[in-house]
């Protein structure tokens, strides 16, 4: 979003790649975190912040939620996402389990692992009221072909190697035994907006 659309963006990173990218097309962004933008640009204050599968890797919340109250007024919005309690990869990706999870998300990866309900506590007990929460709807053939992907993968074989028929049979077959099991499931993220109280 530009001034054009009626916004002034401003954007963090670490990822220098990404920065760089961000800076040929013209957008403001930096190499800080939140304290450091804070520090550097002492008076700009943010209607809304948005990050995307960023807060679960977070371990100091408490810490993180002060840094976003020095930039942000009440009344302000976050938007974020991060991994959903439904998504489909907890039932379908069996290899990359620990338990009822996947590997992932646990420490070192995950630090927290987020739904509806502790998305409200967390976010009213630093000064946050929760407005929207909503869970990625799960796309059946995307799952469907990406588990048949794989498992071609492990073959040593690849999916575009195949017959537009073949292919379209092959995911097909994989719809038929995925279709039960996916009632439950969901696509990989929630997204959540939140008002600064």
């Not at 100091?60 to 959903?84: A, K, V, W």
């Not at 990869?89 to 420490?107: A, S």
Request: glycine content about 6%; charged content about 25%.
């Amino acid at each position: 979003m530009g001034v054009r659309e009626g916004h002034s963006a401003l954007g963090v990173d670490f990822n220098l790649g990404a920065i760089q990218l961000a800076k040929a097309k013209g957008l403001e962004v930096y190499c800080w975190n939140l304290k450091e933008l804070s520090e550097r640009l002492p008076s700009r204050k943010f209607d809304a912040v948005m990050f995307f599968h960023v807060i679960e890797h977070i371990d100091d919340l408490e810490t993180f939620f002060q840094e976003l109250s020095q930039i942000m007024p009440t009344g302000s919005s976050i938007h974020f996402s991060c991994p959903g309690p439904n998504r489909w990869t907890t039932r379908f990706e069996t290899d990359r389990k620990v338990g009822l999870r996947e590997v992932w998300d646990y420490p070192p990866y995950h630090q927290t692992r987020w739904n509806p309900v502790a998305a409200d506590k967390i976010l009213s007990r630093f000064g946050w009221k929760l407005q929207k929460s909503l869970e990625e709807p799960l796309d059946w053939r995307g799952m469907s072909t990406y588990l048949v992907s794989k498992k071609l993968a492990s073959q040593g074989l690849e999916l575009s190697a195949l017959s537009p028929f073949e292919r379209k049979m092959k995911i097909a077959t994989k719809m038929l035994k995925t279709f039960i099991p996916s009632i439950k499931s969901s696509g990989m993220s929630m997204y959540y907006q939140a008002i600064r109280q």
